[in-house]
């Protein structure tokens, strides 16, 4: 095993060598032997180790195991101790979901600071079979049946292709001492049912079935590969950004066969749950939506508006005195006030207002049901959102809008369109140039 | 259950309704609970039972019983007997694989004479399950994971989203009879180890499993359409349809991404096992080529052509007497012998060729190595090979080559270039004009 791990670092994980490395190492026996590989293949590593503090005096016998092994090594050792239970009472997750999150934060934190390259984890091919047959049992999409990956976001599992059986077996002939992990959490019991009364009659079966399943992993991935590639295909034909999210072309997606299915890939990274519901938006009446925990998908004419949730800053309110020349709006942007003697073009980012007009301190809101306002140019007044209708704003760009007021009058939709009210007009003197950038 | 299968036939396949179906009944409580639901559902059905003489008197029971049934049912019985154990021995066939082919074979000729418009089998949710897992068991590409088609060559399975036990309950509770199946072929030896060991551990884990798992299916089904989409909109552009078969453009296929998996998914249905040697010749030389039972990929230049075994025909040899004035060679079609006396315009499919040049009888055969003749234009003499080296014809075309002899002298590269020594000169006297069609 010595010599094909030297192998296989040596065609499949070149990079390695050279490399500054963080080894994760529970004390069990995969983490151990991939610790002794690395220290035989003479990689620079150091040893991670997580004390997740769910089995107390053992817990601990574990975490000193590890920093034995590194000190035997004569490798760095980092530890870390962690309230597991209490983390995931307090973030409604599984301890088994807790745990990992907590671990993989750990090691993202300590690959910053401390410099590291790559982290390596003993995920070996029974781990890769028992993921899959766990994600099969519970129900999966396809990407839950393509297994654990060998290498994503740096981290690399190098022992992906070695069995479980070949690793004890080394371990044994080495002589080598690891720690026996005696919990009995859910997600462990489901997994030695599917260990001891599932695998063997799979391997009974089929002797080589571990090797035949790489082989059908490795189909399932390369068609998934081609699925991504199609969306890549479509993607700049169906997507386009804009202001405040991307708006996905009903129309385009329309004469693409299996659109649901388009759809689905699309969106499937954004959290979203009610599939059904996201499907019937396609025909659904503007400003239907669908919500996901940080994403909204709207419907607006002859797209779909995908949107991060927005912060709602319906009643916040900024005050601006006179006195002020430049003002940060952490929602908008920065205002700036000039006074100036030249009328110049009006844009949609500046307006012209005489100063007089104006009673400080000016207001800045966001717009509200009910509000109407005189547009430039006009003599009549108008409802907000039948401005907004007849210049077809979005969902979000009606609630991205923001007004700045005086005495309680509309004075501009900041972006959008002055008020009439305050144009300037003869001998209206001193005026005052509003802008935001 | 009655219920739900009519209001699965209303829903999902409301085309059974008026139609004239063929029912595969083995006797077995499956098959029969459908004959039972199809009667009650008054669908218009006959059934079909193969008798494999797999398992002697015990075949002649069912045979028997099925007929029995057909008799209390009030429909029309099919019956047909199979040595199947010869059938296997002779195609080198599993005794399975045997009487798949024999029952499909057998069925579709059924449908065909008795004018049946679809056909009908028992599957069900568990034998799509265990079908899955012994694709996994035994490896298999993404196909192989998607289990049992509902719905597919004019063979439906309405029985496929229920349980065997609540066909099994149903079958019960009505006093139905059946027949058990005392077989214990390898392929049952497998299933029945799924059935007992494997399949009530993943329940126990998942009371819900097969629903689930039905929905797994039919999520990596999506995603395999998307695949089957994306090989269509690249299709045109990679291949081109040419004389002897396709033509797959390697300078596209470089460009497309995961350019292995597409030449897969473009040649998974030829028969093809040494994937890598195919990878290969992408980059190999004209010429090379690989092989599957039925077809051949030749790389030719920078396209890799695709085409059927050709019945090799080097040695064979029509002879033609002067009398005939129209003779039928069926690897090339029909030649036309005329006299004449004005020069028309040559051309590929026809030559003139002065009468008394010819040395009777003439000899058409497909050419051989070592051939030489004298290009109609040119005096020098030039080897075939060379000639089809110059005009770039591709292995396929070569092999498609006959000539046209007189004493051993080429007159003619049939439907490519005639012999200079074979022009007609001037007091040539009387012209043969000769044709091919």
Chains 1, 2 share one sequence.
Not at 36 to 57: E, P, V, Y
Request: hydrophobic share 35%; glycine share 4%; charged share 30%.
């Amino acid at each position: 095993m010595e010599k094909s791990f030297k192998n296989l670092v040596k065609s499949d994980y070149p990079y390695l060598c050279g490399s500054k490395l963080l080894l994760a190492v529970s004390g069990g026996v995969d983490s151990v032997v991939l610790a002794h590989l690395c220290h035989t293949a003479k990689l620079d590593f150091a040893i991670a180790h997580c004390n997740f503090n769910l089995r107390g005096d053992e817990s601990d016998g574990d975490e000193k195991f590890v920093v034995d092994l590194a000190d035997f090594l004569e490798v760095e050792v980092y530890t870390e101790s962690f309230d597991t239970l209490q983390y995931a009472e307090n973030n409604g997750l599984s301890v088994q979901m807790a745990a990992r999150e907590l671990r993989y934060e750990w090691f993202s934190e300590l690959s910053n600071s401390a410099q590291f390259d790559y982290t390596l984890t003993a995920h070996h091919a029974n781990d890769n079979l028992e993921t899959f047959l766990i994600n099969l049992i519970r129900g999966t999409g396809p990407e839950g049946l393509t297994g654990i990956k060998k290498d994503s976001n740096k981290v690399i599992r190098p022992l992906l292709e070695f069995k479980r059986s070949e690793i004890e077996d080394f371990a044994r002939k080495k002589n080598y001492k690891w720690r026996e992990d005696s919990s009995n959490s859910s997600d462990k019991y489901m997994r030695n049912k599917i260990r001891h009364n599932i695998v063997p009659v799979l391997e009974e079966i089929n002797p080589h079935f571990l090797d035949s399943f790489a082989k059908t992993q490795q189909h399932l991935q390369e068609s998934l590969d081609l699925v991504e590639d199609y969306i890549s295909l479509l993607y700049p034909k169906l997507v386009q950004k804009v202001t405040y999210g991307y708006a996905i072309d009903i129309g385009f997606l329309k004469k693409v066969p299996n659109q649901k299915q388009v759809l689905y890939q699309l969106l499937k990274s954004f959290g979203f749950t009610e599939w059904n519901d996201v499907y019937n938006l396609l025909d659904a009446q503007t400003g239907k939506m669908v919500l996901s925990d940080s994403h909204r998908l709207i419907k607006d004419r002859n797209k779909l508006l995908l949107t991060e949730h927005q912060e709602n800053s319906v009643g916040k309110e900024y005050s601006l005195e006179r006195e002020e020349d430049l003002v940060m709006i952490p929602e908008l942007g920065t205002f700036h006030f000039n006074e100036t003697d030249k009328l110049g073009a009006a844009s949609k980012s500046c307006i012209y207002v005489p100063e007089h007009k104006l009673k400080f301190p000016l207001v800045i809101r966001k717009w509200k049901k009910g509000d109407y306002f005189y547009p430039f140019g006009m003599n009549g007044r108008k409802k907000l959102s039948d401005f907004f209708k007849d210049e077809k704003f979005s969902l979000p760009e009606k609630e991205h809008v923001w007004i700045l007021c005086s005495d309680n009058e509309i004075v501009w939709i900041i972006n959008h369109r002055a008020d009439n009210r305050f144009a300037v007009e003869e001998n209206d003197g001193r005026i005052l140039k509003i802008c935001i950038s």
